[in-house]
């Protein structure tokens, strides 16, 4: 199986991998894992998982809870949304995952409990047509009103990005769903396939990511290559819709950046200033957007195979990784000449023939950065301390040139 996502929790001991497949034609009906590695054990074993358990689809992305280091949620390939507590639990090793047998889940959203030695799965969500009727891409951890308990936030291929309360996943709380209304058509026509394309269609989502000294601004990129500023403030409350079937979500998107020439596989917002954004695509390149202006700020080509996942450093305001389709982890620093080039690449797959997939740097440990595969093996990469050691004026000074506002010369975007 394919690792699909890799993350950290909040003590940054435990790395945590969803496992799943790309290679869907239609439905999926393969099985999918969640599992868990302490890496500060004695007595750690590469082979064998600290906890890890079976869900009835491809588990597609994972995400740890904020404050609560044994909580993971999760969302799977039909839609599922799981969370789940994570310790004292069966231990099985994760390269015979294909001959596990479990009792299926049914679902949109899932969250687990580790450290619950029965029933680990906490909160099922159920399916409904105000939930995701496709994959879900991406789920994340928001801070709810005036900073009060987490949500969760989902992202799917349907293009609905869904607002959900964990105590209760019987139905998502609010809902935005992307769509090319909002988008100018001199945008329209620079995307993939765009010049064709009709101007009301829904956009199948991808990834997203918040800003974070604005919680109610964040973005998201698509499968046709678009890169999208959108607003929570007006997405449709449910409770307000639910006699509406189907339902009608408002569409989020205020603005609009000069699109890839692929689906855009991931985004990741600076943690060091407010104004850059960073995504990789399979069109092979990454990019630096100022969220102020629409035209790319830098580019850069690590691979002619894809981009598979992007991440800010966040120690180093100027350090960023990326994971490619040759299986390679490219690491760059902006403060380092020549910029274009990685500072350090390492390779993560056996072979340049296995894509590296997903990436995540410790954001409690400097030292650590993991890593996984299309083979579904999961590397933690000790850094040097270069890479780990808070920057300095230099840096600071290249942040603020990248993310001041400059004339958009030719017009490419569109606030709305």
């Known amino acids: 199986m394919v690792c699909t996502e890799v993350a950290w929790n909040k ?11 790309y290679d869907h034609e239609n439905w999926c009906t393969h099985k999918g894992m969640l599992c868990t590695w302490n890496i500060t054990l004695r007595d750690l074993n590469p082979d064998t998982a600290s906890f890890a358990t079976e869900v009835s689809s491809c588990l597609m992305c994972i995400a740890f809870h904020p404050e609560l280091p044994s909580v993971i949620a999760g969302g799977g390939f039909n839609g599922m949304l799981l969370k789940l507590p994570l310790q004292n639990v069966a231990i099985i090793n994760h390269e015979s995952l294909a001959d596990m047998s479990f009792d299926e889940l ?44 987490y949500q969760l936030v989902t992202i799917g291929n349907d293009g609905k990005i869904l607002i959900w309360d964990p105590s209760d996943l019987s139905m998502p709380k609010a809902g935005s769903q992307l769509s090319s209304t909002n988008i100018p058509r001199h945008i329209v026509n620079l995307a993939s396939g765009g010049a064709g394309s009709r101007q009301d269609s829904v956009l199948g989502g991808t990834s997203i990511s918040f800003s ?13 290559g678009y890169v999208l500023k959108c607003r929570t403030t007006n997405a449709t409350q449910i409770e307000l819709v639910q ?32 104004n ?55 690491i760059y620093d902006l403060s380092h000449t020549p910029q274009h080039l990685p500072l350090t690449t390492l390779q993560s797959s056996a072979n340049a023939s296995t894509p590296a997939t997903a990436l995540a740097f410790n954001a409690k440990r400097c030292e650590y950065l993991a890593t996984g595969d299309a083979g579904g093996v999961v590397k933690v990469w000790r850094l040097s301390t270069q890479l780990g050691a808070s920057g300095g004026v230099r840096e600071r000074a290249i942040l ?14 569109e606030d709305l």
């Open 11 to 21: 003590t940054g001991s435990v790395v945590g991998v969803a496992y799943g497949r």
């Open 400 to 413: 603020e040139a990248l993310g001041r506002l400059v004339d958009d010369a030719d017009g490419d975007g």
């Open 212 to 224: 974070k000294e604005n919680p109610q601004e964040y973005f998201t990129t698509t499968e046709t």
């Open 276 to 330: 850059l954004i960073l995504t990789g695509a399979s069109d092979g390149s990454v990019r630096v957007y100022n969220a102020l202006q629409a035209k790319t700020v830098l580019a850069f080509d690590p691979s002619s195979r894809g981009v598979y996942a992007v991440e800010w450093s966040p120690y180093r305001s100027t350090v960023f990784a990326c994971v490619t389709g040759e299986g390679a982890v490219c």
């Open 106 to 149: 049914q679902g949109d959203v899932m969250i687990w409990q580790t450290n619950k030695e029965q029933d680990p799965l906490t909160a099922l969500s159920k399916s409904s047509e105000f939930a995701h009727q496709e994959p879900v891409a991406k789920i994340m951890w928001v801070p709810g009103a005036k900073g009060r308990q």
């Open 243 to 274: 006699k509406s079937v189907p339902p009608r979500y408002t569409n989020p998107i205020v603005f609009a950046y000069t699109p890839h020439s692929g689906p855009v596989n991931s985004i990741s917002c600076s943690p060091h200033h407010r």
